[in-house]
């Protein structure tokens, strides 16, 4: 995951007008206790702008969606219900609202893989099967700050990482070998970093052998790039490979970013990578 800019002016064409209508009516529903129907949000224009905003690549784990799957429209906030695991030791998950006045805001909105979003059983880094998937989860640090209307939405800290607001390199390390772990802030693991490692599947098996694969690529034009420099060559292309891999737009550039800084980092100043 890497820190990902929203433009103030990059809400879609209407998106806005569309959204104003929808929590009209969902407001008119809700105090009806009739079903809420959200569609403002899954229309073409907003989805090329999310494409474009997060390099068809999943805001979570950095999975190119294009060619695989056309990824989800996900809800940082969860716009239907939100599910929040019980304080009780083997209790049952508790079903709470949503935040369906968000569902039509740009800000709430990013573009995520089916496996980073969807729950299902899927064998995750120690390859014991478990259900993985962001879902209707979204915990917090206090749950009894929990908003239920958007005034109550300045006094929720959430645990679950927000590209577009956090920096994920401030509580996400990458090892060498493509694990990820929380990092370590005033000598305690990052309450976001362990929450988002956990609830977005981070550390999934298959993404694990995805990273495998990654570091293989990279480390390949590293180790050219070295043998260039050895003998006085410009390492050339495998120097214009590299930058490009480290291009937002790019798989896993979270990790290629880890790998550069521990194997190159004598040389960084000089090649101008990192």
Request: aromatic letters at 6%.
């Amino acid at each position: 995951m890497i820190k990902v800019d929203r433009p103030k002016d990059s809400t879609p064409k209407g998106f806005a007008a569309a959204g104003v209508k929808e929590r009209r009516r969902n407001r008119i529903a809700k105090i009806a206790n009739e079903k809420m129907k959200f569609a403002a949000y899954s229309t073409k224009s907003v989805r090329d702008k999310l494409d474009k905003l997060f390099g068809r690549k999943c805001a979570f784990c950095e999975s190119i969606l294009a060619g695989t799957q056309s990824g989800d429209i996900e809800h940082f906030r969860p716009k239907g219900a939100v599910i929040v695991e019980s304080a009780v030791p083997g209790g049952d998950p508790i079903k709470k609202d949503g935040y369906y006045w968000l569902a039509a805001k740009w800000p709430n909105l990013l573009i995520s893989c089916a496996d980073c979003n969807r729950p299902r059983t899927q064998p995750d880094y120690d390859n014991r099967k478990r259900v993985i998937g962001k879902a209707n989860y979204f915990p917090l640090v206090d749950e009894s700050q929990r908003a239920t209307g958007p005034r109550g939405l300045r006094n929720e800290e959430p645990l679950l990482l927000n590209p577009c607001v956090d920096d994920p390199a401030e509580h996400l390390v990458f090892l060498d070998d493509g694990r990820i772990e929380p990092a370590i802030i005033d000598g305690e693991l990052s309450p976001k970093g362990v929450a988002s490692i956990r609830y977005l599947g981070l550390a999934r098996a298959e993404l694990l052998q995805m990273r495998a694969r990654h570091r293989r690529i990279v480390m390949s034009a590293i180790r050219h790039i070295f043998a260039a420099m050895k003998e006085g060559r410009d390492p050339g292309t495998d120097l214009e490979d590299l930058v490009k891999l480290l291009s937002p737009d790019e798989a896993y550039v979270a990790y290629t970013r880890a790998l550069v800084r521990q194997h190159m980092s004598p040389y960084l100043e000089e090649l101008r990578l990192v």
